[in-house]
């Protein structure tokens, strides 16, 4: 049961990464680079900390390896879709520029000691520590601009991963495994509420947009299958 939940996590977060990079290629939603960039930096850092640790697994922390994989995906289809177009900007304010500081400090930390257990531990809580920030920051701005340009079957997505990933690391007792999925979780299950509370006050623009788009995502990928 352990293997079949932490393989249903990283499978429903691989297609979750794949809608919504589609939903990017298509310019459904226009996603800030500087947010995924801070994302991307913290996520990896805290994964490089937490498999630098002894007894790490990937089961143990499945949330968090899911994490690696579509934050790193996501933002490398976003650059490469934005440099394409001539548009990639990065532009970070105050709290992310903060985030990327305190993270760049704690590299060079573990970089200085890289046999160092002790260091390997403070990459990580100080990186869960980050992304619980940014993610504040990102619920902040979208209560701020009062209107949904997300998209809201990602956030399904990576929330019902974020759930099915909780629950190997209990399985094994690890501690950082668990850490990882319920800071995943509540900040996932967070900002989907948000989300529908906004596309709500619009009329569901948004999910009716999703909703459309889905036909099309399966006869691309159907084409592509049998191409």
Do not use: H
């Amino acid at each position: 049961m352990k293997d079949f939940l932490a393989y249903a996590s990283l499978v429903v977060m691989t297609v979750a990464a794949a809608w919504y990079c589609r939903m990017i290629v298509t310019k459904r939603v226009s996603p800030a680079p500087a947010t995924w960039a801070v994302g991307c930096f913290a996520t990896n850092l805290s994964w490089w900390g937490y498999w630098n640790k002894p007894g790490a697994t990937i089961w143990g922390n499945v949330s968090l390896f899911g994490g690696v994989f579509q934050v790193t995906t996501v933002s490398a289809v976003l650059f490469v879709s934005l440099w394409k177009e001539k548009a990639l900007r990065l532009s970070f304010d105050r709290v992310q520029r903060t985030c990327l500081g305190v993270a760049g400090a704690v590299l060079v930390f573990w970089v200085l000691n890289p046999t160092s257990v002790r260091a390997a531990q403070i990459t990580f809580w100080t990186t869960q520590a980050l992304l619980v920030v940014a993610y504040a920051a990102t619920i902040g701005k979208a209560l701020a601009l009062r209107k949904n340009v997300d998209s809201i079957f990602y956030m399904v997505g990576v929330s019902t991963s974020a759930v099915l990933g909780l629950f190997p690391p209990v399985w094994e007792s690890n501690v950082y495994g668990i850490t990882s999925s319920v800071r995943f979780i509540v900040s996932a299950i967070l900002t989907t509420c948000l989300l529908c509370a906004l596309d709500r006050k619009q009329g569901w623009v948004q999910l009716k947009r999703e909703i459309d788009a889905v036909p099309f995502w399966i006869r691309d990928w159907a084409r592509s299958l049998f191409a």
